[in-house]
């Protein structure tokens, strides 16, 4: 039967239960053509949430993303992730342009803030000239349907990122080995105010 599809938090998307990561695997195949091949064959097979970033391959994995999206974007929630190297609003508006073009696509469907941090790194990313500012400013523009923000590192951080902003949806590691609160802290604020969530991979 075909694959479950589930509502996106509170945006009105519905997507499948399980996502397709573009990450370390899919930057494994060598040829592009191949690795294109893998994402039509999981579209057909019921995926419809794309998860990429910048960070992966340097964009490589955007830009194979892209081979398969100037034909099939109507059929995929596409989600990517602005890099840590860009926390301000000028430097996250200009990653997001080229992002576009890699992808090749005139708008996102996700896009997170990728790899929230420490205390530290969330005032930077909540500061007046941060990179929430032009998420917000896309979201306001259609670039972007949601704005997110992933994390595996702190839970309770991610809690307070939750609570403080205005949030559509959230990506984090889910894994009680690990005691870094995200189950107790990070889920349960994300459930609180129905955000789109998305679980990464549960390893040792």
């Keep these: 039967g075909a694959l479950p599809q589930r509502p996106f938090g509170r945006s009105g998307l519905q997507v499948s239960v399980l996502a397709f990561g573009c990450g370390s695997r899919f930057l494994m195949y060598r040829d592009e053509q191949e690795s294109a091949a893998v994402l039509n064959h999981a579209i057909d097979s019921g995926i419809t949430y ?7 391959g340097n964009g ?6 892209g081979l398969v999206m100037k034909t099939r974007r109507k059929d ?12 301000d609003r000028d430097g996250a508006l200009r990653i997001v342009e080229a992002s576009l073009k890699r992808l090749q696509t005139d708008h996102l ?3 997170h803030v990728h790899s929230l941090g420490d205390a530290d790194d969330l005032a930077r990313i909540e500061a007046a000239d941060g990179v929430l500012k032009a998420l917000y400013q896309l979201r306001d523009q259609k670039v972007t349907r949601c704005v997110g923000i992933t994390s595996h590192t702190d839970g309770a951080v ?3 990122a939750i609570e403080h902003n ?8 889910m894994n009680p080995a690990r005691a ?12 609180k105010k129905g955000l789109g969530i998305v679980c990464m991979k549960v390893t040792a």
């Design 76 to 87: 995929v929630t596409l989600a990517t992730k602005i890099p840590e190297s860009a926390r």
């Design 166 to 173: 205005d949030l559509d949806a959230v990506q984090m590691a």
């Design 180 to 191: 870094n609160h995200f189950e107790e802290l990070a889920l349960a604020a994300a459930t």
């Design 109 to 111: 469907d996700v896009i």
């Design 158 to 160: 991610m809690a307070r």
């Design 50 to 56: 794309v998860d990429t970033a910048v960070g992966y």
């Design 60 to 65: 490589e994995s955007e830009r194979r993303v």
